[in-house]
């Protein structure tokens, strides 16, 4: 299996610090730890145990979400769907609450 590479999309700054839209990218490896680069004038990159801890800490109840990049084609969901099976975290009703509209659809 190779790497899987993830973007960080935050759909409302809980915290004030890092702003909306994608904040962070990422790659989780074969043995399931994650490498995470924060964008941004003040980037960092920070290594973790898995992509849960990653959305313990950074997910903000559903504010921010994981996009995965390298989807094989038979495991294509929707992003939110995509990151609730990676993370088993359910919460679809905060995740559609802090959707940003988009006009025509």
């Not at 993370?87 to 659809?105: C, E, F, K, S």
């Amino acid at each position: 299996m190779k790497p899987q590479t993830f973007e960080l999309v935050r759909y409302e700054d809980v915290s004030g610090v890092s702003g909306t839209g994608t904040v962070a990218e990422g790659c989780r490896f074969s043995d399931g730890s994650v490498a995470l680069r924060w964008r941004g004038p003040n980037a960092s990159t920070a290594i973790w145990p898995d992509i849960d801890a990653v959305i313990a800490v950074h997910g903000h109840c559903g504010a921010t979400v994981v996009r995965w990049i390298d989807q094989p084609e038979l495991e294509a969901v929707p992003d939110d769907v995509s990151h609730l099976l990676a993370t088993g975290i359910h919460a679809a009703t905060q995740l559609v609450q802090h959707r940003p509209m988009v006009a025509g659809v």
